[in-house]
């Protein structure tokens, strides 16, 4: 019967057990990972300038949030140092990224084998691990020149650390993403009051249409989206 079947099955994920279960509910998918990665863009861009390109950054820790942020600031343009534990995942990871980054994107991703080196790459780091107390009061003189920090990962940084923070001019911050968040839900409970264009094509000339809403062109045709 359909209460066995439920009971045999096995989700990836709880979105697709909530759509299940909850049927006559509108469910609502949304990614701690994904509003993360924005709320640090944001931040990045209100401390740094709204345009990143040219800039350096020093990403600790390669997990989901670390990778998708290495991969965001490539495409913005920006030199991107790695640390992470596995160097042999990380190699891989950091090579996809070369790999698919546009052919006329002059920046890359590299990869350290010693956390000291990747923190004293750049001035700006971005620590996304899940280690716990790796960084402590002995790493304070590598950071004497750094401008940022930002914190995102569990607690990498110990409470030494933390407590002779001020013995450095580094800015350190501990990302918040609660803004971020509110927006989310803000865009999914109030959306935008805009009517929904639809594919279109109009006569303009001889030989010339104007098309738009994703309508399929042919050459001479003018986009007007």
């Keep these: 019967d359909r209460e066995s ?3 045999k099955i096995e989700y990836s994920n709880i979105f ?3 759509t299940e279960r909850l049927k006559k509910i509108q469910i609502v998918p949304w990614s701690s990972t994904e509003l993360t990665g924005i709320a640090a863009m944001k931040l990045l861009r209100e401390e740094l ?6 800039q350096e950054v020093t990403i600790i820790g390669l997990g ?10 490539i495409r913005e343009g920006v030199k991107v140092n790695c640390y992470t534990r596995d160097y042999t995942k990380g190699l891989i990871k950091i090579n996809s990224i070369n790999t698919i980054k546009s052919e006329y994107t002059l920046a890359s991703c590299n990869l350290y084998k010693s956390l000291r080196t990747a923190i004293l790459s750049s001035k700006v780091l971005l620590e996304c691990s899940s280690s716990l107390k790796t960084i402590d009061e002995s790493f304070l003189e590598d950071f004497q020149l750094h401008k940022l920090i930002i914190d995102l ?5 110990s409470d030494s650390f933390i407590d002779n923070i001020n013995e450095i001019e ?3 911050i501990r990302l918040d993403i609660s803004n971020t968040l509110c927006e989310f839900i803000c865009s999914k409970i109030l959306p935008p009051d805009f009517e929904k264009k639809e594919p279109s094509k109009v006569f303009y ?3 010339i249409n104007l098309i738009s809403g994703g309508w399929k062109g042919l050459p001479g045709d003018i986009v007007v989206d």
């Design 64 to 73: 989901a949030i670390g990778y998708q942020l290495a991969l965001s600031l």
């Design 170 to 172: 580094s800015k350190f």
């Design 49 to 54: 300038g709204n345009n990143l390109s040219g």
């Design 5 to 7: 079947k439920k009971a």
């Design 153 to 157: 990962g569990k607690q990498a940084f």
């Design 16 to 18: 697709a057990e909530a």
């Design 205 to 207: 000339s001889k030989d």
